[in-house]
């Protein structure tokens, strides 16, 4: 099919999608008020009825919280289309800048050492990065948020310890510390112990 095409075809829908969307929300909006001796005289059935038994679950009540979850799922799901829409390039292809997490880097200076092409220049503005991404409690996170993770911290700690860093120096101090809190190395992912097997820091028999 032609790609022009057929992104035409997904705007058109998510227009359509998005008007069908606003009108049920505007109707679902529209609650009539009742007289208040009605609602009066309504709360006191109710409560009547709660002494005498638990009510059954109302099948419209549950019909409605369902619908309004779908209704915020479609939502991100067009926004997310319309996003991606957006950001794409004129000629049918989407860059952006690929943003990972300190494993990455301190995987880049353990794959350098290996292949015996270190850089030393480059090395510092590396280690300078991952020093700067360092939580406080010593560790480094997997993700944006991440409160600490065992492997990336090891990871990290080791490949600072090839750039050159002193394992005396206080962000190494403390990245240890939180690394023997957690279980050391033997509670870190297998891709961990390969690389530390790949340098004669680990037996390759328990990875």
């Known amino acids: 099919m032609n790609p022009t095409r057929r992104n035409q075809e997904i705007v058109a829908e998510l227009f359509e999608e998005e008007i069908e969307l606003d009108h049920l929300e ?7 008020r009742l007289p208040s001796e009605k ?9 009547a009825g709660l002494r005498r038994a638990p ?18 799922i479609e939502k991100a799901i067009r926004a997310t289309t319309r ?30 050492y290996l292949l015996g092409r270190s850089d030393p220049v480059r090395e510092r503005s590396v280690v300078r990065y991952l020093l700067n991404e360092q939580r406080v409690d010593g560790s480094w996170g ?3 948020g991440d409160e600490g993770n065992l492997s ?6 080791f490949a600072l310890k090839l750039a050159g860093e002193d394992p005396q120096s206080l962000p190494l101090v403390k990245a240890r510390e939180y690394i023997l809190r ?10 961990t112990k390969i690389w530390l097997a790949l340098f004669g820091q680990y037996d390759w028999d328990k990875v």
């Open 55 to 72: 009510a059954a679950p109302d099948s419209a009540q549950v019909y409605t919280i369902e619908s309004s979850w779908t209704r915020r």
């Open 142 to 144: 997997l993700y944006y």
């Open 152 to 157: 990336t911290t090891i990871e990290t700690y």
């Open 39 to 47: 609602v009066a005289v309504g709360l006191r059935v109710k409560r």
């Open 182 to 191: 957690h279980g050391g190395i033997e509670s870190a992912r297998v891709f």
């Open 83 to 112: 996003f991606f829409l957006r950001t794409r390039y004129a000629e049918g292809y989407w860059w952006a800048e690929l943003e990972s997490n300190v494993s990455i880097t301190s995987e880049y200076i353990m794959l350098f």
């Open 26 to 32: 505007e109707t679902s909006l529209k609650v009539k």
